[in-house]
């Protein structure tokens, strides 16, 4: 969710909101035919759509300045996300290089391939 988080970031625009919000609905899709197949029954599969829809849109929150943070900020909030998680610092240093990464390469160059499938 976090990497997907980041890949909305970086690509929300008014000229992609069509595709980005096709991409949005499809992961939500095969999140809650996942859940479907594991057994959950449809009043604990609406349960856990709502905490992950939740979920995601705290992780975007969280990100929405990711490029403003301080490191340190940036520690805090990945804490608040992911309890237990020995080593933040490499998931800081991991999400600064794959943001910035994202920022280099259109939208389309992503989604390309999948299209013409």
């Not at 998680?85 to 160059?109: E, G, I, W």
């Amino acid at each position: 969710m976090i990497h997907f988080a980041f890949f909305l970031k970086n690509f929300k625009s008014s000229q992609n909101k069509k595709i980005l919000q096709e991409i949005y609905d499809f992961n939500f899709r095969q999140i809650e035919l996942s859940i479907r197949e594991i057994g959950y029954g449809d009043q604990s599969i609406n349960k856990k759509m709502k905490d992950y829809i939740n979920l995601f849109h705290k992780i975007i929150t969280d990100i929405h300045l990711w490029d403003k943070l301080e490191n340190g900020e940036k520690l805090i909030r990945f804490s608040q996300l992911l309890f237990n998680f020995n080593k933040l610092d490499n998931l800081v240093v991991y999400f600064d290089r794959f943001n910035k990464d994202l920022s280099k390469k259109t939208l389309n160059s992503y989604i390309k391939s999948v299209i013409n499938s």
